[in-house]
């Protein structure tokens, strides 16, 4: 496990987190850092709330860092950012988790429970909320108010969403009628469509695939044929009211065993496989057009148009089936179009709970049996009246309810809709305000949704969700109120909760009238898309605040929500308030198993978040999550080996770093005020880095590029631990004033920067370098304002910058030379010889000759043959590996030295302590301690060295 530790405190980052955590809750850090900025200068970010009994997982932690990351950065450049955690309090898995908990399996279980005590039910599950949100939320660094979270159940919150339902219903947008859409049999409501796109929640399914015989009964030389049309769904046939063709295709007479049967040509070889056929005559589907025919069956009433053969744009594909598509108007959307253009009966003929009702032209033999029961038995019925032709399965994607675990069908039902269709213009022209994060949602997904989308149907016919504010009188005349107010001065009763059935028992009796409540309650994703208004009770509170501060600046969520609470949240806000609801929006992608498949307990290719957090802690995470592809919008899988990554190569160099910084700057007791201007080509490098990162992080996060934000934070960190301090260590090691300086005002700074990303370690940096601050540091990291960057400065030293890159280029390929000959970095050799490079300035081959511990470097038009060469970017890199006697016990004496150096940590010496030096008295020792031995004294802080037996120290102070 990476686990870094703190060499004086002995305890790991996550540990350090833990305890910065505390420091945060106990001086209310989050909270000064809203209330110290003006609440007339608001960013405003939209949070998703997750439902109220769910349990956190990587999804969330994905979403709640995006939360985090973007908000603390508008908070350091003088935002108030108001973050308030939300709970999704409504809808049907409320009911559902009640129900199973109650027993109850249907709505005359209801009725004997009674609908007020399901309500307090209700009330009393939607308050247990699990304190594992609060940890979490915590332990990833995420900044939020869970104490004064506002619930969808809220009476302030139910009066703004009937107060958009009002506003939507004045402007004309509110319409009753009959749709055929997704429809729950078990739940005994309508389902949007946008709420099964949303989780794709789709499975595969094996159903019936029957071709059913229909008898042309138009006289002419088509009578007595039989038009073949394919179905899945049997229990649609009694509904059956036309077959459609497609006008311009190719039909043909076929004769088969003596029967003639009319089928798309397109489909001959399919349809009758395994049959012998003659076809007998070729027309177009126009020919058909008009034939009557003698249904399969007749137990409702029908009416002049029905059981003939029409052409309906679309309803035909030559793709499966038989090229004629049987058509029961109320049981598809586009059945239903067609059903509705020609005039058709719109077949209401399955119930409520699925079943079959009455019929109206013959008794029905399946009254009150359950739609999919009665397939079996239908397809029986046609084999035996000799009009089924082929009895087959398929197995194909169907929607099913994820609420309650029930196959969908298209059902026509009698609801409430939005009239989306005359909202689309406007949505499209608003969505061109919108800067999408990936882009290609603009006018890929969102923007395809928004002309695709059919209209919105928001009654349910349920019982926990907000009330839909409509009363009507027994003439049909209708009051909509819009407010808890006007609601008890129209009926003189005091509203005391709005929802069923305390709501339904309001009575207003006006004009001699007594006006009832309608019993519809409306769709939770109405409560969801009133969010950004019903969150802060407008317009009763709040209104210039909200009026000033629309549309928000900023959301995120997964990508499911771009058709689901993105799509809903903007055509609200294109109807109420002729706006768009947002202004920017991060779709991320969806995190899978490590095997790439759905994370899955089964699978076990997941790592348990709770103990990632236990091992990694949350920067771990969050440079992690807030780097990968997912904050893109691309698909990515779960590595757990990533966490360990981000340790190894980030944050235990960084905060490596700052303890270096702290270990030199102690003994020499240097503070801020002895700050002093360097003229080192290593520092000038490094605040030039540090400007040019201040200013792509700054860059990236206000475009919403977080991954680059992130990868511009990661290099630096490389840059600044791997190649900065490391090339500095003597010189921060000898208490250098320059050099001091510069590590701590990159270090301070570059804490600011990355708090955003990293806000455990940037505050465990910052609270570090305060000890040496002048008095003037914050209470926290996070109550400072995101630093600024000297644009001149870095245009100053853009040669610099290249030329350091050329250096680390140089120096890497000399290295990989090193290892390839196996010959250690400590053994010095006499040259390096660079061709295809212009000279550098002195100072930076100095660095070279020092990385690649070389006596001399040479550019030169051709590298010797003789050395040991490698190349890059057309640069090639040679190397004189002829190792002389004195190159040989110069390298001895660095080998003398990390041996001390060892032997001084395994003891727990610190620096300053003066030891006294045992070494072995073989020859090649001896002649190193000759020709080195007051070098070593000098550098390793030892009083003498002594032959002994054997390596050893001892402190002597």
């Known amino acids: 496990m990476d686990k870094k530790e703190n060499s004086q405190q ?33 960013y405003v970010f939209y949070d998703g709330p997750p439902f109220i009994s769910g349990l956190p997982h990587y999804g969330h932690l994905l979403g709640s860092i995006a939360k985090d990351i973007i908000p603390r950065y508008w908070t350091m450049k003088g935002k108030r950012v108001e973050r308030v955690w939300g709970w999704d309090a409504h809808g049907l898995t409320v009911e559902n988790k009640v129900q199973k908990k109650l027993g109850i399996k249907n709505r005359r279980d209801f009725e004997a429970f009674g609908l007020e005590k399901f309500a307090e039910e209700c009330y009393n599950y939607t308050r247990e909320v699990s304190e594992e949100w609060e940890w979490y939320v915590n332990k990833i660094g995420r900044w939020v108010d869970l104490k004064n979270a506002y619930r969808t159940t809220d009476t302030n919150y139910m009066e703004s969403v009937m107060w958009t339902f009002k506003q939507l219903y004045d402007k004309g947008l509110i319409y009753e009628g009959i749709r055929t859409s997704l429809y729950c049999t078990k739940c005994g409501t309508p389902v949007s469509n946008f709420e099964i796109a949303m989780d794709n929640s789709y499975r595969d399914v094996e159903d019936p695939a029957i071709t059913v015989k229909f008898k042309i009964t138009t006289d002419g030389e088509f009578k007595d044929a039989f038009a073949l049309a394919w179905t899945t769904t049997p229990w649609t046939i009694p509904s059956n009211r036309a077959l459609v063709v497609d006008k311009n295709a190719d039909y043909n007479v076929v004769e088969s065993g003596g029967t003639s049967y009319i089928i798309a040509e397109a489909r001959n070889d399919s349809v009758l496989s395994g049959s012998d056929y003659r076809v007998l005559k070729k027309i177009k589907g126009a020919e058909l057009m008009g034939l009557k025919y003698e249904p399969p069956f007749r137990y409702y009433i029908s009416k002049e148009g029905e059981f003939e053969i029409y052409h309906y744009d679309g309803m035909v594909s030559m ?124 006018y890929g997904r969102f923007g395809q949704n928004i002309n695709q989308q059919p209209d919105w149907c928001i009654s349910r016919n349920r019982y926990w969700a907000t009330p839909m504010p409509v009363w009507e009188s027994e003439d049909g005349d209708r009051i909509v109120a819009s407010s808890v107010k006007e609601i008890e001065e129209l009926s003189g009763q005091k509203v005391e909760n709005l929802h069923r059935p305390y709501i339904d028992k309001i009575v207003i009796k006006k004009n001699g009238k007594e006006y009832k409540r309608r019993v519809e309650v409306l769709d939770s994703w109405l409560d969801a898309g009133s969010m950004p208004w019903a969150q802060i009770h407008y317009p009763f509170d709040n209104k210039q605040k909200f009026e000033s501060n629309y549309p928000g600046d900023y959301i995120v969520e997964y990508i499911a929500q771009v058709r689901a609470w993105f799509n809903v949240m903007h055509i609200l806000s294109t109807a109420v308030f002729d706006s768009n609801s947002f202004t920017n929006a991060i779709s991320t992608g969806i995190m899978a198993g490590s095997d790439g498949r759905k994370m899955s307990k089964t699978f076990n290719n997941y790592a348990d978040p709770r103990q990632v957090l236990q091992d990694y802690g949350g920067d771990a995470l969050r440079l992690y999550l807030m780097g990968s592809p997912l904050m893109m919008g691309e698909n990515a899988n779960f590595e757990e080996s990533e966490l360990r990554t981000k340790l190894r190569n980030v944050l235990n160099p960084l905060w490596n770093s700052a303890k270096y910084f702290q270990t030199y700057a102690t003994p020499s007791k240097w503070r801020e005020s002895e700050i002093v201007k360097s003229d080192n080509i290593l520092d000038i490098w490094v605040m030039t880095r540090l400007n040019e990162v201040t200013k792509e992080t700054a860059m990236n996060m206000e475009q919403y590029h977080v991954p680059a934000a992130v990868r511009v934070l990661e ?52 609270r570090t370098l305060n000890k040496f601050s002048a008095g003037n540091a914050q209470e926290s990291v996070h109550l400072e304002d995101f630093p600024e960057y000297d644009n001149d400065f870095i245009a100053l030293n853009q040669g610099l910058l290249e030329d350091m890159r050329k250096v680390r280029e140089l120096v890497s390929c000399g290295l990989s030379i090193r290892s390839d000959r196996k010959i250690s970095v400590r053994q010095p050799l006499g040259t390096v010889a660079v061709s295809g490079m212009e000279k550098l300035p002195e100072d930076l081959s100095a660095l070279v000759l020092d990385e690649l511990n070389v006596k001399e470097v040479q550019y030169v038009s051709e590298v010797p043959s003789a050395y040991a060469s490698a190349s890059f970017n057309s640069i090639v890199v040679g190397l004189d590996t002829n190792i002389t006697d004195d190159l040989k016990y110069e390298g001895l004496s660095r080998d003398f030295v990390r041996k001390v150096q060892e032997l001084r940590k395994e003891a727990g010496l610190k620096v300053g302590d003066i030891i006294e030096i045992t070494y072995p008295s073989d020859p090649e020792t001896v002649k190193v301690i000759e020709l080195y031995g007051q070098e070593i004294v000098k550098k390793i802080q030892a009083s003498k060295l002594v032959v002994g037996p054997e390596f050893s120290i001892r402190k002597v102070n």
């Open 319 to 442: 793709e499966e089936g038989t090229g004629i598509v049987h058509s029961a108007p109320g049981f598809g959307e586009i059945d239903s179009e067609m059903g509705k253009h020609f005039g058709l009966t719109l077949m209401l003929t399955i119930d409520n709970d699925g079943k079959f009702l009455p019929g109206t032209e013959k008794e029905n033999p399946y009254t009150g049996v359950f739609y999919k029961d009665a397939d079996s038995s239908l397809i029986n019925d046609l084999l035996e009246s000799g009009l089924l032709f082929k009895n087959e399965k398929v197995t194909h994607r169907f929607p099913y309810h994820d609420r309650c675990d029930t196959l969908l069908i298209q059902r026509a039902q009698q609801s409430w809709f939005i009239d989306v269709e005359s909202l689309k213009p406007r949505m499209s022209e608003l969505n061109e305000k919108i800067n999408w994060i990936p882009e290609h949602l603009k």
């Open 715 to 766: 290099e630096f960190v490389d840059d600044l631990s791997r190649w900065y301090v490391r090339r500095s260590r003597e010189r921060i090691s000898s208490g250098d004033q320059e050099a001091l300086s510069t590590l701590y005002t990159v270090l301070l700074s570059f804490s600011k920067v990355s708090a955003p990303a990293i806000p455990f370690m940037s505050e465990n940096i910052y």
């Open 10 to 42: 002995n305890i790991s980052i996550p540990e350090m987190e833990e305890e910065t955590l505390q420091y945060w809750l106990q001086n209310k850090i989050f909270e000064k850092s809203v209330e110290n900025k003006s609440k007339e200068n608001l």
